[in-house]
């Protein structure tokens, strides 16, 4: 009986055993978003073969807006119109108020709020990859959440750059060189297009358009010079216009450039 006793015994242990393992960390896999290695607070989880990552890494990486509510054990993700939902222990998830079946259930690992990677992130148009040699998992973006080809709207903070902490570097300073530059920043793309240094005053900088064409974002601006006999400052001045616009995930961005004597239509700056 003593015999028998302990071969369950051990039975119980080795099922037990199995079952830890099954969301065992994995801190020998790497995460890539957009090519660039993310360094997570919590080690990757493995559970029947699906990925779990720390929900905030949705907020700080993929441009998304997310909440851990405590008292339903509940995280919403929310970026483009778009609202998932989803509960811890729940294979459940709501997509825009539809119900989605999920392989694996959000679960808790040291405190760590997890959740399954592919899923949260295909929703967000982002395709996922494993590379099994590497041990590698990788995020790309797909098409542009609008996934469709189209003018998109845009906000011109010229003169308002000073408001955001982050470009006080990236955009300080004046030159007397013409450039683009773009930078992204929690979901949004910050472009300025600086014509260099003009002998007077009254030229006028701006965004014409933003336009969405097969994955890339194309910013047209145009630099108008005053007319014949205005009365303008005699000083040198430095036209330049600075917009942002929704850009998750954080496709390329071709500046197309007009206007001035010395800039051809589609000059890339940058």
Known sequence: MKK???I??????????NNQCSAANHNDITLLINGKKVVL?????IENGRVLVPYSLIAKDLGAVSNWDSSSKKVTVKIEGKLIEIKIGNKTAMINGKAV???VPPMIR????MIPLRFVAESLNYNVDYDKEKREVSLSPSLYSSSKNGEESFEDITGKESEYLFLKDFFSGQS????TKSINKDGYTYAKVFYGEKNTGGFDAKVESVNLVDGKFHV???LTSPPPNASVTMAFSYPSVTIRFKNPSQLPVIFEVQGGD???????LS
Not at 9 to 17: A, V, Y
Not at 41 to 45: C, L
């Open 4 to 6: 028998i006793g302990v």
């Open 8 to 17: 369950i015994f051990g039975l119980l242990m080795t099922s037990f055993l």
């Open 41 to 45: 607070e919590q080690n990757i989880i």
């Open 101 to 103: 079946e999920l392989d």
């Open 110 to 113: 040291n405190d760590r709020t």
């Open 176 to 179: 007397k060189e013409k450039y």
């Open 220 to 222: 047209k601006s145009r």
């Open 262 to 268: 010395e800039l051809d239509i589609n000059s890339n």
